[in-house]
């Protein structure tokens, strides 16, 4: 005899993590026992049934502070002012998801009464993806041009006033 178990479904609206009461973390088996962490900033939220959120690594707590610099260290998370952007890019009428990853700067005042940061993306798409096939084959037959093409922005944003 078979018995199916029904999964509950998330529920429908928006609902916001109740920072002071929830917790995200991880655990890892090491040696004998467990390692155990937690990130003191962190998001969660269902927004119609689908759960978004996210953990800045940079804000990763353990029980020795020493351990928290090593895990973001490249060891570990490479914590620091990294960024990743998800979104969709249109090119001749295609249009394909894209990751976008990088680095962003802390606001910082400018000469001029300004307030700015630095943005600094990169990614990669194919080209024949968006329908761009041309190419000019070498001597030795292999393409003078890659398929790959990687997409670089790096941007000084500065408030509206």
């Given at each position: ?78 914590a620091g002012n990294e960024i990743t952007v998800h979104g969709e890019i249109t090119i001749k ?12 700067g802390d606001p910082i005042a400018d000469p001029y009464g300004n307030e700015r940061f630095g943005l600094e993306l ?40």
């Open positions: 005899m078979t018995t199916l178990e029904q999964t509950k479904a998330l529920p429908v609206g928006t609902w916001t993590a109740d920072t002071v009461h929830s917790e995200i973390g991880f655990r890892v088996d090491y040696m004998a026992g467990a390692f155990r962490g937690t990130f003191a900033s962190f998001t969660a939220e269902v927004v119609d049934g689908k759960l978004h959120g996210t953990a800045d690594v940079s804000s990763v707590q353990v029980k020795d502070p020493n351990l928290e610099a090593h895990l973001q260290s490249p060891d570990f998370f490479d009428g295609q249009t394909h998801p894209i990751e976008l990853t990088g680095t962003i990169e990614g990669k798409i194919d080209r024949t993806a968006f329908g761009i096939d041309w190419n000019n084959p070498l001597p030795s037959g292999e393409p003078a041009l890659a398929n790959d093409v990687t997409l670089v922005a790096q941007l000084q944003l500065v408030k509206a006033a």
